[in-house]
């Protein structure tokens, strides 16, 4: 299973990205579907995740700006991002598995991620 993440760019301040993640090969219902992101010198820090049945999660940073969602019939997924500043500067990956519900946030507990779409935010 890969996924492909995709819809990165060069945006100013305040602006606005989707980015969509598609997976190939052999494919299921994911338990839950996730982005993450790192930005340079930094760990790789949760974004936001969505469950089968749409329950979204979201990290502090981004909530009210961002929006996880999917498509269960396709397995894709999609994160619009307004009101982007440059500390959401980072490349972003997708990333699909089966965390129990506590660990939704952790990198650690998805087994699948994509290649990673650079976000780039100008000031």
């Known amino acids: 299973v890969q996924l492909q993440a995709s819809g990165g760019g060069l945006v100013q301040a305040g602006g606005s990205l989707r980015l969509s993640c598609i997976p190939s090969g052999r494919t299921f219902n994911y338990r839950y579907m996730g982005w993450f992101r790192q930005a340079p010198g930094k760990e790789r820090e949760f974004v936001a995740a969505?469950?089968?049945?749409?329950?979204?999660y979201y990290a502090d940073a981004v909530k009210g700006r961002f929006t996880i969602s999917r498509d269960n019939a396709r397995n894709t997924m999609y994160l619009q991002m307004n009101n982007l500043n440059p500390e959401d500067t980072a490349v972003y990956y997708c990333?699909?598995?089966?965390?129990?519900?506590?660990?939704?946030?952790?990198?650690?507990?998805?087994?699948?991620w994509g290649q990673g779409t650079l976000v780039t935010v100008s000031s």
């Open positions: 990333a699909a598995g089966t965390p129990i519900l506590s660990q939704v946030r952790e990198r650690t507990a998805y087994g699948y």
């Open positions: 969505i469950s089968y049945s749409r329950y979204t």
